[in-house]
């Protein structure tokens, strides 16, 4: 069973700005097609720091997973941040160039310059075409390893997601195992009373038992 991990990007996430759903999501679904989550990181829009992360999980798994940081401004660090990761330049790609032209058409607007920096990838990238915005998004191979980069914005990446990346992830994996998850709720005990109970469950491998408390609730949770 392949291991990820997912580094959300962006300084508003970090601030506490806005509320980051896509990790939410992409846990799931990563949980329902049988990929173990090491790990999920926040961080902000600096270039070092996002390829530091990507550094460090690279150590500890074979999936790393971005989103955001891949718009048309100067704070859209993604591209550079993988390119600095794995010790390439980024290289302009004039087929995606073409892709963002006519989606912007279809959009009725016009391109500005700056939308230019969403048709450089890292050297040897594997880009996909964005259907639903103006990013296109890429993976990076390295050995046994994956760097995929998902736009921010979360329709765009949910989508990705499901119609790109996790048919790519069941093909390059080779996936056949699954993750199932089962929330008990009980009510009427404390935590302590039902570890108390169930501890002897806290310490299996498979499945794991993990207790959660809640105002007047305490969630039994079986994976």
């Given at each position: 069973m392949p291991s990820a991990e997912i580094i959300t990007i962006g300084t508003e996430i970090l601030l506490g700005e806005i509320v980051d759903t896509n990790a939410r999501y992409l846990a799931r679904a990563l949980r329902d097609a049988g990929i173990d989550l090491y790990r999920k990181t926040s961080v902000g829009d600096n270039a070092k720091r996002i390829a530091l992360a990507i550094q460090q999980s690279l150590e500890r798994c074979d999936i790393v997973i971005t989103t955001g940081g891949l718009g048309p401004t100067v704070d859209d660090p993604t591209r550079d941040a993988v390119a600095l990761a794995m010790g390439v330049e980024t290289e302009y790609r004039p087929e995606l160039w073409e892709q963002i032209q006519v989606r912007f058409k279809r959009f009725g607007r016009q391109p500005t310059e700056n939308n230019r920096r969403q048709a450089y990838v890292p050297q040897g990238a594997i880009a996909i075409?964005?259907?639903?915005?103006?990013?296109?998004?890429?993976?990076?191979?390295?050995?046994?390893?994956?760097?995929?980069?998902?736009?921010?914005?979360?329709?765009?990446?949910?989508?990705?997601?499901?119609?790109?990346?996790l048919p790519y992830l069941q093909e390059h994996y080779q996936i056949h195992g699954i993750i199932k998850a089962r929330v008990l709720h009980t009510a009427g005990a404390g935590e302590s009373q039902i570890d108390a109970l169930v501890g002897d469950l806290e310490e299996l491998g498979n499945p794991t038992v993990g207790l959660a408390a809640h105002s007047g609730q305490v969630d039994v949770r079986i994976t």
């Open positions: 075409e964005n259907p639903v915005g103006t990013a296109p998004i890429f993976i990076v191979e390295s050995g046994s390893r994956a760097i995929i980069s998902l736009p921010g914005v979360p329709r765009e990446m949910e989508y990705l997601l499901q119609h790109a990346i």
